[in-house]
């Protein structure tokens, strides 16, 4: 489907608006080309129009309305979700047009410690969030349905694996488990991930990414392995970017596929 889309951003002085914050206020989306230029004074007919409601003094996102029917006047309440937020501004409630009210509960430090459903199901389950006490995240759960473990480097406190449990039919056995390995450099860049069954010696996914001597993300590697944390050459493929000598314009494109080159772009 083609389409073409025209916003409307609320700026400052334009109080009539709502308020002050930069916002996006109207989206208007036209599911054929309406044959709109630089020139065209008139929006044209049959957009869907979505809107976007603020709470003037916080600029907090309070409501979002979508028309039933393109240009629909008035705009139809419900139809989108509606925010409500606690005393410091955080989400404390999202009502969806299903009805669906999840509630979001927050530790005393003020992290997101549990998102209950007013209707949980197995497609939207319950979330619940552990952290450590340096605020890292340890532990997701989402129903009975999975279980997410993070594990951290003891010297750089970065994120180094997670392994995530599957339950599929919710019978409190786990059927399958997952390993995810995150790779750093000595500045803590990523230098890319793997990924497959807990324990693996051999990756199912994987991707690397090296830089160049200023610091700027020279390649992309898909399937490579890693020694000591970087990846190698034993990539299914590869691509490169070049770019200006004192800048990070790049100015050119390498895929290498297997041993070969496959397409080169030069710019400038």
């Known amino acids: 489907m083609r389409g073409a889309l025209e916003g409307a951003v609320e700026g400052i002085g334009e109080g009539e608006k709502g308020g002050y914050y930069n916002q996006m206020t109207e989206l208007y989306?036209?599911?054929?080309?309406?044959?709109?230029?630089?020139?065209?004074?008139?929006?044209?007919?049959?957009?869907?129009?979505?809107?976007?409601?603020?709470?003037?003094?916080?600029?907090?996102l309070m409501e979002k309305q979508e028309s039933v029917e393109a240009d629909a006047i008035p705009y139809v309440p419900g139809k989108g979700p509606g925010y409500e937020y606690d005393t410091a501004g955080r989400l404390f409630q999202r009502t969806d047009a299903r009805g669906v009210v999840p509630d979001y509960d927050y530790t005393v430090w003020g992290q997101l410690e549990a998102v209950d459903y007013s209707i949980?199901?197995?497609?939207?389950?319950?979330?619940?969030?552990v952290y450590d006490r340096l605020g890292r995240t340890t532990l997701v759960t989402q129903g009975a349905a999975t279980k997410h473990d993070f594990s951290y480097d003891s010297s750089t406190l970065a994120l180094d694996a997670e392994i995530i449990d599957y339950d599929l039919d919710r019978d409190g056995t786990v059927d399958l488990v997952r390993e995810m390995?995150?790779?750093?450099?000595?500045?803590?860049?990523?230098?890319?991930?793997?990924?497959?069954?807990?324990?693996f010696t051999t990756a199912a996914l994987s991707a690397?990414?090296?830089?160049?001597?200023?610091?700027?993300?020279?390649s992309v590697w898909h399937g490579p392995t890693f020694t000591s944390g970087v990846p190698n050459g034993t990539a299914d493929f590869t691509y490169s970017y070049r770019y200006t000598v004192s800048g990070s314009l790049h100015?050119?494109?390498?895929?290498?596929?297997?041993?070969?080159?496959?397409?080169?772009?030069?710019?400038?």
């Open 29 to 60: 989306t036209w599911r054929t080309d309406p044959g709109m230029t630089l020139a065209t004074a008139a929006r044209p007919s049959g957009a869907s129009v979505t809107k976007w409601i603020y709470d003037d003094a916080t600029g907090l």
């Open 208 to 218: 690397g990414y090296g830089f160049d001597s200023v610091g700027r993300m020279d």
């Open 120 to 129: 949980a199901t197995e497609a939207t389950p319950n979330l619940d969030y």
């Open 181 to 199: 390995n995150y790779h750093r450099d000595t500045y803590l860049r990523s230098t890319g991930y793997e990924f497959g069954t807990e324990g």
């Open 251 to 268: 100015v050119g494109v390498a895929h290498h596929f297997d041993i070969g080159l496959r397409f080169q772009i030069d710019v400038g």
